[in-house]
Every structure is written in structure tokens, then in C-alpha cells.
């Protein structure tokens, strides 16, 4: 596929997603967008259906062939897919990208950041939060006293 039509492509389904439109989501993956395909901005397509709540959305781009632990690098879109859903409290969302491997313990900013479980916490967002603990994600403080 050449750039133009990548990058026509690409605007499509930032703007299908943005609008909640997941039959245009649909037509555009099959038109052949990689599903992990940034924006300019350096968005990635789970993120912003993640950070939405989008949870619809989130389960085409990942059946589709986009990484549940991709992280983000986008000017106020950084961080992983699941780490923007818990934040929000999207459980729908959470339980989509879990389905598909996310990783409840990969914390942002490269591992050195937050994690879905910290982003629940805080939010509070407590069914979120039960949800990643069930499968299997661990406060920073679990994590370290298991390792000491």
C-alpha cells in the first residue's frame, strides 16, 4: 500500500473511532490498515478506542492484529491501552484487552510509570480495579516485597 493511501486510510479510522463508528472501523480494516498503525501524532488506534472506552472498537482493532501492549507515544495520548482504559474505569474495555493478552502488570512510560492496577486505584474505580486483580495484577508494593 502506498503512503498516500495509508495516511488516507489511517485519518479514516482515527476519525472512526473518534465518532464511535464501529462499522467504519470495520470497512477500514478491511480496506488493509495495520491495526497498529500510529497517527502522525504517534497515537496509536487501541489506545484511543481504549482511553474512549470503546470497547467494541478495542475487540476489532485486536482481532484485527493490534498489540494490547503497544504503548503510546502521541502528545497527550501516552501510555498503554490498558492503563487508559483503567484509568477511566472502562471494565468493558479492561476485559477486551485481558481476553486478548494484554499484561495486567505493565506499568507506562517504558516500566517506569503507573499500572492499569495503580490507574484503577486511583480512579477509584474499584470494579476495574478487581478485574485486573483477578487476572493477576499486583500494586508496585506487592511486586516489590515479592521480590525481596
Not at 488493509?32 to 501524532?41: C, V, Y
Not at 501510555?79 to 484509568?87: R, S, V, Y
Not at 472502562?90 to 490507574?119: F, I, K, Q
Not at 480512579?123 to 525481596?148: D, F, I, K
Request: hydrophobic share 35%; glycine share 10%.
Amino acid at each position: 500500500m502506498n503512503q498516500r493511501k495509508r495516511k488516507k486510510l489511517s485519518r479514516h479510522l482515527f476519525g472512526a473511532i473518534l465518532t464511535s463508528d464501529a462499522a467504519r472501523v470495520k470497512a477500514v480494516l478491511r480496506a488493509g490498515i495495520d491495526p497498529n498503525e500510529p497517527s502522525s501524532e504517534g497515537t496509536t488506534p487501541l489506545y484511543l478506542a481504549s482511553v474512549n472506552g470503546e470497547a467494541d472498537i478495542a475487540r476489532l482493532l485486536l482481532k484485527a492484529g493490534a498489540s494490547p501492549d503497544t504503548e503510546s507515544n502521541g502528545f497527550g495520548s501516552e501510555g498503554t491501552p490498558l492503563c487508559a482504559a483503567a484509568c477511566w474505569g472502562y471494565t468493558e474495555t479492561v476485559r477486551e484487552l485481558l481476553a486478548y493478552g494484554a499484561d495486567p502488570n505493565r506499568r507506562e512510560d517504558h516500566g517506569t510509570g503507573r499500572s492499569p492496577l495503580d490507574w484503577a486505584n486511583e480512579g477509584p474505580h474499584p470494579e476495574t480495579a478487581e478485574l485486573l486483580t483477578a487476572a493477576g495484577a499486583t500494586t508496585h508494593r506487592s511486586a516489590q516485597a515479592a521480590q525481596g
